[in-house]
């Protein structure tokens, strides 16, 4: 099994911590950058021939997208939605998660802001779900 990692440079920072029984040669990080229209290929290459599971941390999201208590990305939710189904229409898709949603207090959630973000998220959920659902 091999672990790739797509998302900001911090999240690949980190991502050794939990994943520390891995050794390097089993875990890959991809740093934001190489999420562009431009990389796709790669990334399917990368993966071909593989079986894979998705984790979608949202936090790569640009902020207009998805709202999160971590470190916002820039990748928009069309790009990401356009990313997954093209990188993913030759493999198997085994399973997926999608989590980085923000965490609310219910005055945060009641707010004008929160409401506004609440719509956010649930957008990210749906398209993303909406996504994948089409490689089961």
Not at 33 to 58: C, E, F, P
Not at 125 to 136: I, K, S, V, Y
Request: glycine letters at 6%.
């Amino acid at each position: 099994q091999h672990v790739y990692v797509l998302g900001p440079e911090s999240t690949c920072q980190y991502a050794h911590k939990p994943l520390a029984s891995l050794d390097d040669s089993r875990l890959t990080c991809i740093e934001e950058t190489k999420l562009q229209y431009s990389h796709w290929a790669d990334l399917r290459q990368l993966l071909s021939g593989q079986t894979v599971y998705v984790s979608i941390d949202g936090d790569v999201l640009d902020k207009d997208d998805l709202a999160t208590n971590w470190d916002q990305g820039h990748v928009r939710l069309t790009q990401l939605c356009d990313m997954l189904q093209t990188i993913l229409t030759p493999h198997q898709l085994l399973g997926a998660d999608m989590c980085g949603a923000k965490h609310w207090t219910m005055s945060q959630a009641l707010s004008t802001q929160g409401q506004r973000e609440i719509k956010l998220e649930r957008r990210y959920l749906q398209r993303c779900f909406a996504t994948l659902m089409t490689r089961f």
